[in-house]
């Protein structure tokens, strides 16, 4: 049973390109999150997604960020036109359905997504 | 702004040594967690906390849920070198969205063999 997977491991770009982040969530997880990490910091919380819907953005800038979690296939994060400030590690997290995400348990994270930004 | 004071932010210690680390809030928190992050990879969940008090171990770890809720501490007893990573601490504010972990910025642990 594979766990969280996000691709790319690494990921250059350039100030002004656009950069997506896919994760597949763990089989039989519907709830994925999305935290970004900067060097010797904590997780800072993103958004929350279940399939096809957006549950919670508050974590999310209001310009060039955008999440997606479709019917078929992995969620994605998107950053458009990146800037330095964008360069973080980029964790997905996912959690079976049910109660569970609302007590915050059971977050099975993925290795996550390095961007720089040149 | 941060929320979660994780102290101390870094410990290097001697194996088999036990470790103590812990976490503090002005705020009250309705769950504590507990994960280990290694280089270039996500946080492992090593121990959640549901109840003000409560004492849970997972093999060599111990945490405790302090009784104010505001504080919690992670204990790691007979040090070995695969001990070595960042500890997190996280939570859900009692007043807040229990979809958004707060998190500690971490205490980086190294073992000398």
């Known amino acids: 049973n594979a766990g969280v997977m996000q691709n790319p491991r690494h990921l250059v770009r350039r100030r002004g390109q656009e950069a997506r982040l896919r994760c597949s969530p763990m089989?039989?997880?519907?709830?994925v999150y999305w935290y970004r990490q900067l060097p010797e910091e904590g997780l800072k919380f993103m958004v929350y997604?279940?399939?096809?819907?957006?549950?919670?953005e508050s974590g999310m800038p209001k310009e060039r960020f955008s999440a997606e979690f479709p019917k078929e296939g992995p969620s994605i994060l998107r950053i458009q036109q990146v800037v330095r400030g964008d360069s973080a590690a980029y964790f997905c997290?996912?959690?079976?359905?049910?109660?569970?995400?609302?007590?915050?348990?059971?977050?099975?994270f993925g290795s996550g997504t390095q961007l720089s930004v040149l | 702004g941060q929320q979660l004071n994780q102290s101390p932010q870094s410990m290097f210690i001697q194996e088999g040594e036990d470790v103590s680390m812990n976490c503090t809030s002005s705020?009250?928190?309705?769950?504590w967690l507990w994960y280990k992050q290694e280089p270039g990879e996500g946080p492992v969940l090593l121990i959640a906390?549901?109840?003000a008090g409560e004492l849970t171990s997972n093999g060599r770890l111990t945490a405790q849920f302090g009784i104010t809720r505001k504080d919690s501490f992670l204990n790691i007893s007979a040090s070995i070198p695969s001990d070595v990573g960042i500890y997190f601490c996280?939570?859900?504010?009692?007043?807040?969205?229990?979809?958004?972990?707060?998190w500690g910025l971490g205490t980086s642990l190294a073992v000398n063999p």
């Open positions: 997290a996912s959690s079976p359905p049910g109660l569970a995400p609302l007590m915050g348990e059971k977050l099975f």
């Open positions: 089989k039989g997880h519907s709830h």
């Open positions: 997604l279940q399939k096809e819907n957006i549950i919670d």
């Open positions: 705020s009250i928190f309705n769950t």
């Open positions: 906390l549901y109840k």
């Open positions: 996280a939570g859900h504010l009692a007043d807040g969205n229990n979809r958004k972990l707060i």
